[in-house]
């Protein structure tokens, strides 16, 4: 098992998605794929759990989500 896996991971299981995505149907995908225990991090937050990952998508732009569900709005990363 990995010890944890760069949330660019999961912007690409959203982006591949069918838009917009349910919370549940997203969380259900990232659980699938990545596993229910997995811990995710990014540049600027480590040990995150998928819930907490996705808030702060949210909160960054990089997902939108309003009563239709969740969108992918984009990554300005550079893939770092």
Known sequence: MQDSI???NVLNLIQEMPQPISTETLMSAINESFGTEA???TCSIKGASANELIEMF???G?????ESGIHFVGCGC???
Do not use: A
């Open 39 to 41: 811990k995710f991090h």
């Open 58 to 60: 949210i909160t960054k």
């Open 78 to 80: 550079g893939h770092h």
């Open 6 to 8: 760069h949330g660019r």
């Open 62 to 66: 990089k997902l939108n989500q309003d």
